[in-house]
């Protein structure tokens, strides 16, 4: 599966997921941190985007993988997310972090989230699981 891959009809494959985000952590600039992140966000529709982290001297401005991947499938007009992997490299845990679970869940509160623990196992939890009672404000609420 590529960056402009489609995926409709296909079932979710997790590791394939992993693949695209690992491929996009290879872009990412963590000059500061030396962190490494990489996400491959799958939507409805079945399109691949993939978002890496982006750091800045001002750290407030630096953006986590998952936003950056959110924030281009917004900018190409998807808003429907069916999964999301998350890859900071070999031996790296790299769940969301909490601001990125609270972003995600504003658009797809079911969806999968897909990472290695340190041992290399895949994990694969819903969102929900992993930020309950989440803050979604009535007119952004979806099933």
Excluded: K
Aim: proline share 3%.
């Amino acid at each position: 599966m590529s960056a402009g891959a489609r995926a409709r009809g296909l079932r979710l494959d997790p590791a394939a997921l992993l693949r695209e985000a690992e491929a996009a952590r290879r872009a990412a600039h963590a000059p500061y941190s030396g962190f490494r992140v990489g996400a491959a966000l799958l939507t409805a529709s079945g399109a691949l985007v993939r978002g890496c982290n982006v750091e800045n001297s001002s750290l407030g401005l630096s953006i986590c993988a998952e936003r950056n991947a959110v924030w281009s499938a917004v900018a190409r007009g998807e808003q429907s997310f069916a999964a999301i992997a998350v890859s900071a490299g070999r031996g790296r845990w790299a769940s969301p972090c909490g601001a990125c679970r609270q972003v995600l869940s504003e658009f797809a509160p079911r969806l999968w989230v897909i990472w290695r623990d340190r041992s290399g196992r895949i994990l694969r939890r819903r969102l929900g699981a992993l930020l309950p009672e989440a803050f979604v404000s009535r007119r952004t609420r979806r099933g």
